[in-house]
């Protein structure tokens, strides 16, 4: 097992449709992450969790709903998207101790395009 | 807030040439900054970081050196191989806002040719 795993990998969905992404990481941490890749612009921060508890949301428009059930499972439920959100979504994860080192670990992220 | 600017990308070279990406920061406290790197279909994953200024990190012949009074931390490499093909992301970590997540810059893409 890799230690973030995300999924889907691929995702081709309708402005109408609801889907969900998944992560999941193995690595024992207490933080998770949630963060948005658009071609030729920053690594954008969406959602930051902490023991489970959000404790950063980015500005992120509500048809974005993350949800934490525990320390080692982070989804990201989408509905009615736009175009423009079709990037590639990256998970990633930290122990809290390192929160200022900067050791993140990301997962593969799930390439989202909208219809 | 704090930000990151990196040199617009690709960068083309050939095998063994010398590498420069270019970084620079802005923050309010006194950020940690950090090299990423990710490689084609993948995630991304740390490639070298320096906590405090002065410090060089280093890795797979990757260097960087947190200038703090050009707040710069550009990224070199004395011989390029096509295998270091990738993007590459500087970011920072600022421990005066005590805010946990990176700051990322927008990536340089960097294609080695054999």
């Known amino acids: 097992e890799t230690g973030v795993t995300q999924t889907p990998r691929h995702l081709v969905m309708g402005m109408t449709n609801k889907k969900s992404l998944k992560c999941e990481q193995h690595?024992?941490?207490?933080?998770m992450y949630w963060y948005k890749q658009s071609a030729k612009k920053p690594l954008e921060l969406m959602f930051v969790?902490?023991?489970?508890?959000?404790?950063e949301n980015n500005s992120v428009p509500s048809r974005f709903s993350p949800e934490c059930p525990n320390s080692s499972h982070l989804f990201l439920h989408l509905h009615t998207l736009q175009p423009e959100d079709s990037a590639l979504y990256l998970c990633?994860?930290?122990?809290?101790?390192?929160?200022?080192?900067?050791?993140?670990?990301f997962g593969e992220g799930s390439r989202l395009t909208v219809l | 807030g704090d930000s990151v600017t990196q040199m617009e990308g690709p960068v083309t070279l050939s095998e063994e040439a010398f590498l420069t990406i270019n970084c620079t920061y802005t923050?309010?406290?006194?950020?940690?900054l950090f090299w990423y790197v990710q490689y084609p279909g993948e995630g991304l994953q740390l490639l070298l970081k320096?906590?405090?200024?002065?410090d060089k990190g280093s890795n797979k012949g990757f260097e960087a050196t947190y200038r703090k009074e050009t707040t710069s931390f550009h990224l070199e490499k004395g011989s390029v191989q096509v295998s270091d093909s990738a993007v590459y992301f500087c970011?920072?970590?600022?421990?005066?806002?005590?805010?946990?997540?990176?700051?990322f810059g927008s990536g340089t893409r960097l294609q080695v040719q054999p």
């Open positions: 990633a994860s930290s122990q809290d101790k390192d929160a200022n080192t900067g050791e993140l670990f």
């Open positions: 690595l024992g941490h207490n933080a």
């Open positions: 969790y902490n023991f489970k508890e959000q404790t």
């Open positions: 923050a309010t406290g006194y950020p940690s």
């Open positions: 320096a906590t405090k200024a002065d």
């Open positions: 970011a920072l970590s600022d421990k005066g806002t005590g805010r946990r997540a990176l700051t």
